[in-house]
């Protein structure tokens, strides 16, 4: 059974930054294409970024591209999203999931097999 466990949330001002981590375990990361989305209080769940199994390949929300960036480490089974310039309406729950296609890897992830429990991310103004 794949189990995803987030780490890395927490409270921080408006301009500063966090790094989110997702250990992956009973599976091999490299099987996997990776995703974070989050879910603010009383909004759908929203993708974030994206990964492919190999690592070369990235997507992101236009909401964040050019401030976040996801990154694995398949040696380590780690996958993690630095997040730069943070703003309040960052502020969401943010979760890893984990497919074996990455073209699941978007939305509002319905299509993802895995999912770990989230980590709280809030951002003050």
């Known amino acids: 059974q794949v189990q995803l466990v987030e780490s890395g949330g927490g409270l921080v001002q408006a301009g500063g930054s966090l790094r989110l981590s997702c250990v992956v375990s009973?599976?091999?990361?490299?099987?996997?294409?990776m995703g974070w989305f989050r879910q603010a209080p009383g909004k759908e769940r929203e993708f974030v970024a994206a990964?492919?199994?190999?690592?070369?390949?990235?997507n992101y929300a236009g909401a964040v591209e050019d401030r976040f960036t996801i990154s694995k480490d398949n040696a380590k089974n780690t996958v993690t999203l630095q997040m730069n310039s943070l703003k309040p309406e960052d502020t969401a729950v943010y979760y890893c999931?984990?497919?074996?296609?990455?073209?699941?890897?978007?939305?509002?992830?319905?299509?993802?097999?895995?999912w770990g429990k989230g980590t709280l991310v809030t951002v003050s103004s």
């Open positions: 999931a984990a497919d074996r296609d990455y073209t699941s890897v978007g939305g509002t992830g319905h299509r993802m097999d895995y």
């Open positions: 009973g599976g091999t990361l490299r099987s996997y294409a």
């Open positions: 990964i492919s199994w190999g690592g070369s390949r990235t």
